[in-house]
């Protein structure tokens, strides 16, 4: 089958196609524009998709050597997501639903992070546990399948990466933060401060909100006396305590449920600290940590066309009159266990 993946929730154009089960393109333009803002746009965001969609598909479509009339599935992000930014990839999909006369199925996004393990060689085993960690969302998940997906967890306050971009803020480092942030704290000693890290009643729930706060007194404090060593100490400070909270709750997801895979998904997924504290965890439980490569954890469309093929195979249909939401869709969702 060859369905073709269609990606605009915030500032990531993103066209993919896979061809039975093989990525053959994913092709992601980031919209740079905004960092001169300090943040996303969204007027902005959705004039620069239309601008670029459909070069995309062209370019997405030459590189897999294939033609439109080719393409059997076509999906795109309906939400979570900016709702001018969603409308576009998804009005441009439903044309394309329209005029070729193929099905469409539109994917909620914070899905398609969730599945983006079954991208890689060695995937996801059911029952797994997800962790996704995006700009928008924190959530931890016992998957049990394609279209069952429970609930464990989620922040109460700001998304992990939510937290990574506000830091870097306050520490003059630009946005997005994530990336920033992992630079300077390669600099600088993860030990020099303290930051807390937030006990919860509920054990797998997150909080970034103290954490974040913290280093808003801590900078306050400062009076101006920043130079790059501190901002170095800072940031590595920081995401120890950032990487500390999210190892903690998924360490207590392992202990309690019978699971051979987890998965780490999202942006902040791409983070080294993460990445390798995750694989040191994995090993400490002897299960298997499966987590995306580098494109396939920000904003990318492979994962949305994975996520439209697997919803497809579990003979879900959508209709060209389907809405886009900007918040978290629950179809797929429970609560607890
Ligand atoms: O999944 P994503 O691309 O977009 C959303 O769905 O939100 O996630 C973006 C988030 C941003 O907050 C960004 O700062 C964070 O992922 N991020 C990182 C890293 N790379 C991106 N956070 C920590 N370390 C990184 N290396
Ligand atoms: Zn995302």
Known sequence: MIVIGIESSCDETSVAILKNGKITANLISSQDFHKKFGGVVPELSSRAHLQIVNPLVKEALLKSSISLNDVELITATAGPGLIGALLVGLTYA??????????????????????????????????????????????????????????????VDDAAGEAFDKVSKMLGLGYPGGPKIQAAAIKGDQNKINFPIAQLKDPYNFSFSGIKTSVLRYVQSLNGNMNEQIINDIAASFQFAVVQALIRKLEKAIQNFNIKSISVVGGVAANRLLRESAGELGNKHDVKLIIPAFEYCGDNAAMIAFRGESLYAAGIRDTLESKPFPGLSENHFSDGL
């Open 94 to 155: 439903k044309g394309l639903s329209y005029s070729l006369n193929k099905p469409f199925i539109g994917v909620n996004h914070i899905e398609g992070h969730i599945f983006s393990g079954f991208l890689m060689e060695e995937k996801p085993v059911f029952p797994f546990i997800a962790l996704v960690v995006s700009g928008g969302h924190t959530l931890l998940l016992l998957v049990k399948s394609f279209t069952e997906i429970v609930k464990l967890g989620s922040t």
